[in-house]
């Protein structure tokens, strides 16, 4: 579902991403963040949030959609990760659905490719190590992950990063995954599983917006310096 947006002249286009609840959850804090920055403007951009599916497949039709509809010059996937202490950055995407559940559609595939005869992998288009830095000098917990799972959120990061990789149209598109942990009215269900407030986890998504804007190479490709 996508928010309906405000006319908005041609200001460029920032995509961000959340999925619909799953796995018994009532929530999903994913699209909650998503949709609190919705129609907001940053760096002269204009923040269109979507909520997708959790549902493989059907996650990557719709990101194709919004694609074609707003022409987006970055996309930001985020997904939760309940049981992470951080917000984390996801540096690879992986060629497999392997499900340890099923989807909200009941799908649950097992050692499946998300693109057959696709590479093994893809990383991440976005810098990743200067939005870490800038989200703990803001005091957010964060951290570089090399694991998007096999689930649907991989599924997504792997399908968008395919799809830059090989269609002309998405050539200088950047994108790239988050993931956040729990809510701490999720994690109240869970005994010592970790959370996040709602607004913390709206600033760490704003403040990768921006870096992603504002950074073209991250820190490790220009040895330490961000240009």
């Known amino acids: 579902m996508v928010v309906p947006a405000k006319p908005s002249g041609a200001s460029p286009v920032v995509l961000v991403?959340?999925?619909?609840?799953?796995?018994?959850q009532r929530v999903n804090p994913s699209w909650q963040?998503?949709?609190?920055?919705?129609?907001?403007?940053?760096?002269?951009?204009?923040?269109?949030g979507a909520e997708l599916p959790t549902v493989f497949v059907k996650c990557l039709q719709a990101m194709r959609g919004l694609l074609r509809q707003h022409r987006p010059t970055l996309v930001i996937c985020t997904g939760q990760a309940g049981g992470r202490t951080a917000i984390s950055l996801e540096r690879v995407a992986i060629n497999v659905d392997d499900a340890r559940i099923a989807d909200n559609a009941g799908a649950q595939p097992v050692d499946r490719a998300v693109v057959p005869q696709g590479p093994a992998a893809y990383f991440t288009g976005l810098p990743i190590k200067a939005m870490?830095?800038?989200m703990l000098d803001a005091g957010i917990n964060a951290e570089v992950s090399q694991t998007a799972g096999t689930f649907v959120c991989n599924h997504l990061f792997f399908g968008l990063m395919h799809r830059i990789a090989t269609r002309p149209v998405a050539a200088g598109l950047r994108g790239g995954f988050i993931h956040i942990p729990y809510l701490p009215e999720q994690a109240a269900r869970f005994p010592g599983v970790p959370s996040m407030s709602l607004a913390t986890m709206v600033e760490a998504l704003r403040i990768a917006v921006a870096c992603a804007l504002a950074v073209e190479k991250d820190i490790a490709e220009t040895g330490g310096q961000l240009h």
């Open 33 to 48: 963040a998503v949709q609190a920055l919705h129609d907001s403007r940053i760096a002269g951009h204009r923040v269109v």
């Open 17 to 24: 991403t959340g999925f619909d609840p799953f796995g018994g």
């Open 132 to 134: 870490l830095q800038a």
